[in-house]
């Protein structure tokens, strides 16, 4: 009865006025999309005013934090994810589907049976002879002296790289050609997954370094690649193992007898379309640099291998069931450390004529971060400075600081502290020793009176 006092103008502004049957029945999508407009308007229009009133000068506080104070923060989060280009190293870019739709989906769904159904298996039964003949050669090089024996086991990895190749359907565009074996030489490239070592062995004969694995990529690495290359694996948790290594590197070199060693100082896999930081550690041993630039193009799969979501036999089967593999590898001119150059601006002026070279995005980021939790310094640094912004925004309400960062250690620092701590120590006994007597007179005297 009153619903029907109301007028014509008021009756829009009710989103229940519509009848409905049944008690509490829910309103429309016309009048659920008026209600969340409203809410909206309202809620900006309170933000508004409340942000108005808190810049002016004059504005009296009822509470001791106002809406601005969580500004710096939610600004501070919001730039940590737009800016995460940590992450976006490692991250496997989603294929965009163009071609769902009614005229072009049956080819696709043609070109699927194609590729799973005849490919495929053509492609396995290409390994499985690249295998068949790897064995052949490999068994045939043990028959021969040292010489022959080591150009029987060269065809015989040049054979099986190529198999893959074959398999993949790769399209390998060189540009640029490897310099003569000189002394002292390493090639260095970025890294994007297992078969760039394929990529470059079906040109060059290189020796390798790098992780040790376990699984498919542990057994090509122990029985297949060991007994015919002079290979270096170490464990990269294992500091022992890192030194020993770059001893084992340096050793490498100076045997022009060898292949070329070939490095990939980032150290993991990287998408391809950013290039982490350097490890310096061939670039400490003072000799020539060929730089390596790889670039796939991914009109057709995204040679990524990103471990943690897909085993290397799923990297596989990815890659044998795509159309093709496409690559361009730019060998570039040798370089030489500066007089006056470190190691690590050695190692970082490579690394940007490869990034500038493949168009890559160079950032500095260590790409080992990615198997190791932050350390504890990190988070009391970050909340230190959470901490600091507080305290000028509140100066009379916070105290003291809670969450100072831990200072790095100095030996000659600490060996002074303890000096100063044992002769503090000497001190605070004698002092202890002079209180307790002032104490006992001062007690003998309040008794006698």
Avoid at 119 to 130: A, N, V, Y
Avoid at 283 to 300: Q, S
Wanted: hydrophobic share 40%; net charge positive; aromatic share 12%.
């Amino acid at each position: 009865a009153n619903m029907s006092k109301v007028p014509q103008k008021e009756s829009r502004t009710s989103v229940v006025e519509e009848p409905a049957e049944g008690f509490g029945a829910a309103p429309d999508a016309k009048d659920m999309e008026t209600l969340m407009e409203r809410f909206s308007r309202s809620f900006a229009k309170e933000i508004e005013g409340q942000l108005q009133a808190e810049s002016d000068y004059k504005y009296q506080r009822t509470t001791t934090f106002g809406f601005l104070d969580m500004a710096p923060f939610i600004r501070n989060g919001a730039e940590a994810i737009v800016r995460d280009s940590f992450t976006q190293c490692f991250l496997s870019r989603p294929r965009i589907r163009w071609n769902f739709n009614f005229y072009l989906l049956p080819l696709y769904l043609v070109g699927v049976i194609f590729r799973y159904c005849v490919l495929f298996p053509l492609r396995l039964s290409i390994i499985m002879i690249g295998l068949f003949v790897f064995s052949l050669l490999f068994a045939a090089g043990l028959l021969f002296p040292a010489r022959l024996r080591t150009r029987f086991h060269e065809s015989a990895i040049r054979a099986l790289a190529n198999s893959f190749l074959m398999s993949w359907c790769a399209v390998v565009r060189e540009h640029g050609s490897p310099p003569p074996r000189e002394k002292g030489q390493i090639f260095v490239a970025n890294h994007t997954s297992v078969i760039d070592v394929v990529l470059l062995l079906q040109r060059e004969k290189f020796s390798l370094t790098g992780q040790q694995h376990g699984g498919l990529i542990g057994f090509f690495q122990q029985y297949i690649l060991a007994s015919c290359m002079d290979n270096l694996w170490f464990d990269r948790l294992e500091s022992r193992d890192r030194h020993l290594v770059a001893k084992k590197i340096k050793e490498h070199c100076e045997d022009l007898t060898k292949a070329p060693l070939l490095v990939f100082p980032e150290g993991t896999c990287v998408n391809n379309e950013y290039l982490v930081m350097f490890k310096r550690g061939a670039f400490d041993l003072g000799t020539c640099i060929v730089p390596v630039a790889i670039k796939y193009n991914k009109i057709f799969v995204d040679a990524f291998w990103n471990s943690r979501l897909q085993s290397f036999p799923g990297h596989l089967f990815a890659l044998m069931t795509s159309w093709a593999v496409v690559c361009d590898v730019w060998y570039m001119d040798p370089q030489y450390r500066g007089e006056h150059e470190s190691s690590a601006e050695f190692a970082q002026r490579v690394k940007e004529m490869i990034a500038n070279q493949a168009r890559l995005h160079s950032v500095p980021w260590d790409g080992y971060l990615k198997y190791f939790r932050p350390k504890l310094e990190f988070y009391r640094a970050r909340q230190h400075v959470y901490e600091s912004l507080l305290q000028r925004r509140f100066p009379s309400v916070l105290g003291e600081s809670t969450f100072a960062p831990s200072p790095v250690p100095d030996r000659r620092a600490a060996e002074t502290k303890g000096d100063k701590a044992e002769k503090g120590e000497k001190g605070d006994k004698a002092g202890l020793t002079k209180r307790h007597a002032t104490t006992a007179t001062a007690a003998a005297a309040a008794h006698t009176s």
